[in-house]
């Protein structure tokens, strides 16, 4: 089985890379779940863009200040510079982006934006509409519940994957392969992202010695109601602060002042932080949506407002208990301009999963999905202009995937993760926490292990980094 190109992954970084291969080419979208199984499907917010040529230097300085300037200046210069193409390279498709009665595209602003400029489908379905909408244009291959389990890499060069499915394992084959694969929230207890989102990607890549930076920049999302017993827990947008909705405390007292003078709309990390330290205070934390009316709350917000409500509350007068969540992995595999992966010639990776230095120590809301569609179609580009034909047959990987004690140290991972490599930590946890990996991390199976070697890089660059910076904080 042989392709021009491997993309691992189905979220928007994966399929937009797909549809901008050339026509001719051969192309093979593997993912581990279903094709919905992804983190950009369940975005609410939008995708940022520069509202003209106006705001870039003021979407830069934005980016650069919510992460903490330790983004790559350059590589934010092209992503806002290369936003203005968005809107239309997606509306040509024939997609539409919200508008009002004028015909006019609508904008909302979100946290640590000075300008609204996110732009949004189906009110907070954004994800949802423009993934469904990009996957049906998309013409590749395609197979599902299919588990990639190692990289077929010889020096420089990767030939192709490793795929479990059905019970089978067996190598497929391509002249590049395109990681896509999402970020690492099955780490933690409470996150925000899609089932199937674990971090075994970024494992595979550390047993391939292929490097990994800024992996302690762990982003937790402020706003995500938790109280649901699915794994995954219901995000609650940033654009709702955007639209004036408070965090409150029982007495609705809005307490964030006292940590900003920002209040709602101030970085990801300083909000989550406070309501964190107002938990532990021993307050419960709130949304409180009772300045608007039901009527804007169902048609601005349709999805949070028929999951809500599902859930019992009457909105928009009840408060919505709250509690900040793991959300998102700024860090990842280091890749150049390209998305392609420092050292190889054929190996990219692009999305969450890589790390172009946008983020930062922090992500700047909806930053993520407008990185999916700029450096996919950079990424898609590249390939276009250098694709070779490369062979090389190996050996089908015969060590056991899973062991019967799997779930139980899978669980245990992502309580101490939780507790000790979450929001705010401490040299002492970080180092049971690390202890506990590796004594841990050679009783399990191997897609397991990848997991374990994720957060142990976590953990080891977390404790390395002895000051606060953004996302990380530590005592």
């Not at 595979?204 to 937790?220: G, H, P, R, V, W």
Request: hydrophobic fraction near 40%; proline fraction near 1%.
């Amino acid at each position: 089985m042989k392709y021009d190109v491997i993309i691992i992954g189905s979220g928007l970084a994966g399929i937009w890379t797909a549809l901008n291969l050339d026509k001719s080419l051969k192309v093979l979208l593997i993912t581990k779940s279903r094709v919905w199984g992804c983190n950009s499907f369940y975005a609410q917010g939008g995708v940022t863009v520069a509202r003209d040529k106006n705001d870039i230097a003021l979407h830069i300085k934005d980016t650069l200040i919510a992460g903490a300037y330790h983004n790559n200046k350059e590589m934010v210069e092209l992503l806002s510079k290369k936003s203005l193409e968005v809107i239309d390279d997606i509306e040509k498709l024939g997609f539409r982006w919200d508008r009002d009665g004028d015909g006019n595209i609508l904008f909302t602003k979100e946290g640590a934006h000075s300008e609204n400029r996110i732009v949004h489908s189906g009110g907070d379905a954004t994800g949802r509409e423009v993934h469904r909408f990009i996957f049906e244009k998309d013409r590749s291959f395609f197979i599902d519940e299919a588990v990639v389990f190692d990289l077929l890499v010889d020096g420089n060069v990767c030939y192709g994957v490793s795929v479990y499915q059905n019970n089978h394992k067996k190598n497929i084959y391509a002249n590049s392969v395109v990681i896509a694969s999402g970020g690492v929230g099955g780490l933690y207890k409470y996150d925000t992202n899609a089932n199937a989102i674990s971090g075994d990607l970024q494992g595979i890549a550390l047993s391939k010695n292929i490097k990994l930076t800024d992996m302690e920049m762990t982003q937790f999302h402020p706003t995500v109601y938790v109280k649901s017993k699915t794994a995954q827990k219901q995000l609650l947008s940033e654009a709702l602060r955007g639209e004036g909705a408070k965090v409150v405390d029982k007495n609705r007292h809005q307490f964030l002042y006292e940590y900003d003078k920002r209040g709602e709309l101030a970085s990801r990390d300083i909000v989550s932080r406070a309501i964190y330290d107002y938990q532990q205070k021993g307050n419960e934390v709130f949304l409180d949506f009772s300045d608007w009316s039901e009527t804007f709350f169902k048609e601005r917000f349709p999805t949070i407002y028929f999951k809500l409500t599902n859930f019992g509350y009457r909105l928009p007068q009840d408060l919505v208990p709250i509690s900040p969540a793991f959300h998102y992995m700024m860090g990842g595999i280091e890749v150049d301009k390209n998305s392609l992966v420092n050292g190889y010639k054929n190996l990219f990776a692009v999305g969450e999963v890589a790390n172009t230095g946008v983020h930062g120590a922090n992500r700047l809301a909806s930053n993520s999905l407008l990185e999916c569609f700029v450096f996919g179609k950079i990424c898609a580009n590249y390939i276009n202009d250098s694709l070779i034909d490369i062979n090389m047959k190996f050996d089908i990987n015969q060590e056991s995937l899973y062991k019967s004690s799997d779930k139980s140290y899978k669980n245990k991972l992502r309580e101490i993760m939780w507790d000790k490599v979450g929001i705010i930590r401490t040299q002492k946890g970080l180092s049971e926490a690390l202890e506990f990996v590796e004594d841990s991390i050679d009783k399990v199976g191997l897609l397991t292990r990848y997991r374990f070697l994720t957060a142990k890089e976590i953990i080891i660059q977390a404790k390395n980094r002895k000051k606060s910076l953004g996302a990380h904080f530590i005592r």
